[in-house]
């Protein structure tokens, strides 16, 4: 059975007779065979009737909603949907610079290249597949049904060629840019999409050092763009109190709007006296102050501010993206453009203040962690020594979940009711009803997460867990128990998908940090499993020479064909997570892969102990 309606009539004139391959650039026919679903016009596939784009005087990107067609099929319909739920106002950090968060992380190269890739979308057939050169669409290929709609690769660069100066020489020329994780792999859901697994992590934290609660602790960190937005209520969730430092007011108002956040304090002062009065009576609060982080941080260790837990998710993977000291945020983008090179290094040199300062916290009592971005890395080239004197978060508390091939399992309601996601949150209460910690999780989301864009939900899943989730949702999509497809993706940052030595590998017991074989066979595996798109990226959360990682996304349309595919991505996807960490040495994946029957041929080899 294919992915698109057998009705539809083949569209003429594309490509040569073989049918081979055709380059994004020819015309495109329109749709035909479906009345209720005609093809969007290549400037107008916008969803909100608006036929404008943000740039050059264009109007907001919303992403369509319902149930009818805009393209031939199911999978191309939630590629192009989710592209432009990821520009969406409500989600995107700068839409109008095609930015969807991490300080310049993109959906698309240029909007030119978003146009055509709509274009091409709209008219993609069920054995075809679109190529995406780091968001230019550059060709589609005569595939299969079983083969992805479209193919990602952002960012990559040659070994020696990957450094931040030639990244951003050849994005200057116009032929590259950066996709983070899930903005340049489409499947970004807003900040909810960092939520659960910073409310894990914090968890974590609240298990080793507080008695299994955050409650009368006050948690001190900075950022709240897309990703660090999460951190005021992950804390809060957990019973904390948080000081969140943001350089950009802006920032802190948006996450008050969509409820991440509680309060704006006027300066430090304030903020300490808030976060003093709530913990006290153990009632969570989080307060955002505006301020450059690299100076806050400092301060409150200089005046002897009673923290128990620092860590930090600014953009300080680009140092054209973190304030240095000395600068007005208001002429920080301008003086970045003017003297890049002058920038970086005054920005390393802050980032140095800022960890000298973590640290000092560090030495005084506190808990302190490296939320994955870099931050230690930067501040260590700018000469400090002690920048590694703590540790990254997933070494020191997500670890143990990757083994289980645990991760940030979501998914999208393409129709953009609630009603759908709260169909599915039923049938994970359902599905698992013996975990607690997941119920729990489900039930707060969906009291206190606020929807960005479509509605989307998060969880962490594992392996035999996510499977069957899948196919339960592709069950609500056949009975017509939710009202259109569902999207199933996963955030880049999991358990066998990535090679990041400053985060989800760092510390591997058997010294393979920097191996980036694991997420190029995850991207392989993935497209040989029947993923309806797959990506990899280099550079996400960390930086540019510093990670390698792939995503997939597999869309629940309710037809056999659906279910099958999904069965194999969400058991093989999870799989390579349990297949690397066994493989590392680690005894509890191992375990895992008994109990579960994952095939490991050289299960029980004795491997190196980078301990020893």
């Known amino acids: 059975m294919a ?13 040569s ?3 081979s391959a055709r380059t994004s650039d020819e015309a495109s026919g329109g749709i035909s065979g479906r009345a209720s679903a005609p093809a969007p016009e290549p400037a107008s596939a916008h969803g909100d009737g608006s036929g404008a784009v943000p740039g050059a005087g264009r109007g907001p990107v919303r992403a369509p909603r319902g149930a009818t067609l805009n393209t031939r099929g199911w999978p191309q319909e939630a590629a192009l949907r989710m592209l432009m739920n990821n520009l969406d106002p409500e989600v995107a950090e700068h839409p109008e610079r095609l930015v969807v968060y991490g300080g310049s992380g993109k959906a698309a190269r240029d909007w030119p290249s978003f ?25 589609v290929m005569t595939t299969h049904e079983w083969a992805p709609r479209v193919l990602i690769a952002n960012s990559n660069l040659v070994g020696d060629w990957a450094t931040w100066p030639e990244f951003r020489r050849l994005e200057q020329l116009g032929l590259t840019m950066y996709g983070q994780m899930t903005a340049g792999s489409w499947i970004y859901i807003g900040t909810q999409g960092i939520l659960q697994g910073t409310y894990e992590t914090f968890a974590a934290v609240a298990a080793k050092r507080f008695g299994g609660s955050l409650a009368g602790t006050i948690t001190l960190t900075a950022g709240l763009g897309g990703m660090g937005g999460a951190q005021p209520l992950a804390v809060t969730m957990n019973g ?83 304030l240095p000291l000395g600068v007005a945020f208001e002429d920080m983008a301008a003086l970045a453009r003017k003297d890049p090179e002058g920038f970086t290094r005054r920005a390393r040199e802050s980032m140095a203040r800022h960890v000298e300062a973590m640290v000092g916290f560090r030495d005084a009592g506190a808990e302190v962690f490296d939320y ?19 540790p990254g978060f997933v070494p020191a508390y997500i670890r143990p979940l990757f083994c289980e091939g645990k991760g940030p ?55 035999g867990e996510r499977d069957r989730a899948g196919e339960r949702f592709n069950d609500l999509v056949a ?41 190029l ?14 990506s990899i990226h280099h550079g996400g959360g960390v930086g540019i020479g510093r990670s390698i990682h792939a995503g997939q996304v597999t869309v629940a349309d309710g037809t056999p064909l659906a279910g099958e595919k999904i069965r194999r991505v969400l058991t093989n996807d999870p799989g390579m997570g349990v297949i690397r960490h066994v493989d590392a040495g680690y005894d509890r994946a191992a375990e895992v892969a008994r109990e579960r029957g994952v095939r490991v041929p050289m299960a029980g080899t004795e491997q190196p102990d980078a301990r020893a």
């Open 3 to 15: 992915d698109d309606d057998s009705t539809s009539t083949p569209r003429s004139a594309q490509g």
């Open 17 to 19: 007779a073989k049918g």
């Open 115 to 139: 146009d055509a890739i709509v274009r091409e979308l709209t008219t993609l057939r069920a054995d075809e597949t679109l190529l995406v050169q780091s968001g230019r669409p550059v060709g």
């Open 240 to 322: 904390g109190v948080a000081v969140c430092v943001d350089c950009d007011p802006r920032g802190v108002e948006r996450r008050i709007a969509h409820g991440y956040l509680d309060v704006r304090a006027d300066d430090l002062d304030e903020a300490l006296r808030l976060a003093y009065e709530a913990r006290d009576a153990r009632r969570p609060l989080s307060i955002g102050v505006v301020a450059n982080a690299a100076e806050a941080v400092p301060a409150l260790l200089a005046r002897g501010a009673e923290i128990d837990v620092v860590t930090d998710q600014t953009s300080a993977h680009d140092p054209l993206a973190y």
């Open 372 to 390: 994955g971005n870099s931050i230690r890395g930067e501040a260590s080239l700018a000469g400090y020594a002690r920048a590694f004197d703590f």
């Open 409 to 463: 399992f979501r998914w999208a309601a393409l129709s953009g009711d609630p009603a759908d996601i709260a169909a599915t949150d039923r049938a994970v209460l359902d599905l698992f009803p013996d975990n607690e910690p997941l119920a729990r999780w489900i039930r707060m989301a969906g009291e206190r997460v606020r929807y960005q864009g479509l509605p989307a939900r998060i969880c962490w899943l594992g392996y």
């Open 479 to 519: 009975s017509g128990e939710v009202s259109a497809p569902l999207v199933i993706g996963r955030d880049h940052l999991d358990c066998g998908s990535v090679a990041s030595p400053y985060r989800e590998t760092e510390g591997m017991l058997d010294g393979s940090d920097a191996i980036a074989d694991w997420p």
């Open 521 to 534: 066979l995850n991207a392989m595996v993935n497209v040989a499993s029947g993923a309806s798109w797959v």
